[in-house]
């Protein structure tokens, strides 16, 4: 079995396990009480977080041909942190790739949160994670590469930045679950691309709680196509809801600044397409304190 398909079969498995809801309709909640829920829930989780450590497999395929003609497996230490302000921030430093060391592994990200100064630790925590991107296969892939990202359009302080409306309701694991759909709509947005192209995407939330079970984050304009979905489950030792997995799609055309504009390497005059396939698997869950101090 070729590793695309191996890739394409795992994710197929992965939606079914968690897709199973919405076959038979509900009655659904109100979007205000929903989205003010989902609200509640990610300045909840933010704080109970503080820092969770895990491991990071980040299999990553070149489609540009048709098929696969290049793979990359990342692995890296991953570091998931709760912000005072409610906001919920990702790092990675990559350690190893297609096998081969790449430094010599240490837990460099979690000392860094253990730096007394906050904004000096975010600074160089995301300097690591811009230095990991240099091993991807396709900087294209850094754009949506934070699992936890989609969890901003729902802070209650952007979410008028967006058009929320609600999706079908179902069940999953036994809990009532709607889907919450999202078009964002205020300048300048979120995510800078070319066209000054909207986010749109959805959330998998529990009714009751707010909790949020999956995400999908969805950038489509003239030329190319973004989309990331992440499935979280519960880590009953930590008590909290974390990603199991984040699988990717990335379609880049030569359309006249697209390809610089993304920083994928490519030349914009030449007709070229690129198209890349990610699945990052997180695993050896650990939570640690580091009370962190308000970022401005």
Same mark, same amino acid.
């Given at each position: 079995?070729?590793?695309?398909? @191996?890739?394409?079969?795992?994710?197929? &498995?992965?939606?079914?396990?968690?897709?199973?809801?919405?076959?038979?309709? /509900?009655?659904?909640?109100?979007?205000?009480?929903?989205?003010?829920? #989902? #609200?509640?829930?990610?300045?909840?989780?933010? @704080?109970?977080?503080?820092?969770?450590?895990?491991?990071?497999?980040?299999?990553?395929?070149?489609?540009?041909?048709?098929?696969?003609?290049? %793979?990359?497996?990342?692995? *890296?230490?991953?570091?998931?942190?709760? &912000?005072?302000?409610?906001?919920?921030?990702?790092?990675?430093?990559?350690?190893?790739?297609?096998?081969?060391?790449? @430094?010599?592994?240490?837990?460099?990200?979690?000392?860094?949160?253990?730096?007394?100064? #906050?904004?000096?630790?975010?600074?160089?925590?995301?300097?690591? !994670?811009?230095?990991?991107?240099?091993?991807?296969?396709?900087?294209?892939?850094?754009? &949506?590469?934070?699992?936890?990202?989609?969890?901003?359009?729902?802070?209650?302080?952007?979410?008028?930045?967006?058009?929320? %409306?609600?999706?079908?309701?179902?069940?999953?694991?036994?809990?009532?679950?709607?889907?919450?759909?999202?078009?964002?709509?205020? %300048?300048?947005?979120?995510?800078?691309?070319?066209?000054?192209?909207?986010?749109?995407?959805?959330?998998?939330?529990?009714?009751? !709680?707010?909790?949020?079970?999956?995400?999908?984050?969805?950038?489509?304009?003239?030329?190319?196509?973004? @989309?990331?979905?992440?499935?979280?489950? %519960?880590?009953?030792?930590?008590? &909290?809801?974390?990603?199991?997995?984040?699988? /990717?799609?990335?379609?880049?055309? *030569? $359309?006249?600044? $697209?390809? *610089?504009?993304?920083?994928?390497?490519?030349? !914009?005059?030449?007709?070229?397409? /690129?198209?890349?396939?990610?699945?990052?698997?997180?695993?050896?869950?650990?939570?640690? *304190?580091?009370?962190?101090?308000? $970022?401005?």
């Amino acid at each position: 079995m070729s590793l695309r398909v @191996r890739l394409w079969c795992e994710c197929a &498995l992965t939606a079914v396990a968690f897709g199973s809801m919405g076959i038979h309709a /509900q009655k659904g909640p109100a979007l205000a009480d929903l989205r003010r829920a #989902a #609200a509640d829930y990610v300045a909840k989780y933010s @704080r109970q977080l503080s820092a969770v450590v895990a491991e990071e497999e980040y299999l990553q395929l070149d489609n540009s041909a048709g098929r696969v003609i290049a %793979t990359r497996r990342l692995r *890296s230490d991953f570091v998931l942190v709760g &912000l005072d302000d409610g906001a919920v921030a990702g790092f990675r430093d990559a350690f190893e790739s297609n096998g081969s060391a790449l @430094r010599e592994r240490q837990d460099r990200l979690l000392a860094l949160f253990r730096i007394p100064s #906050a904004a000096a630790s975010l600074e160089q925590a995301r300097g690591l !994670s811009v230095e990991s991107v240099r091993h991807y296969i396709s900087p294209g892939l850094s754009l &949506l590469d934070e699992p936890t990202l989609p969890l901003e359009f729902l802070r209650q302080k952007n979410q008028e930045r967006s058009a929320f %409306t609600l999706g079908s309701v179902g069940t999953m694991d036994g809990s009532q679950v709607a889907i919450l759909k999202f078009e964002e709509r205020s %300048t300048p947005r979120f995510i800078p691309s070319p066209g000054n192209t909207p986010v749109s995407g959805r959330f998998w939330v529990e009714v009751l !709680s707010g909790t949020v079970r999956r995400t999908e984050l969805i950038l489509t304009g003239k030329g190319f196509h973004f @989309r990331t979905t992440v499935n979280y489950q %519960t880590e009953p030792t930590l008590g &909290l809801w974390l990603p199991l997995d984040m699988y /990717q799609q990335v379609d880049i055309s *030569s $359309v006249v600044g $697209v390809m *610089s504009d993304f920083n994928t390497g490519g030349g !914009s005059d030449l007709p070229v397409r /690129q198209s890349f396939e990610a699945r990052a698997k997180y695993s050896k869950f650990r939570q640690v *304190s580091v009370g962190l101090t308000r $970022v401005k």
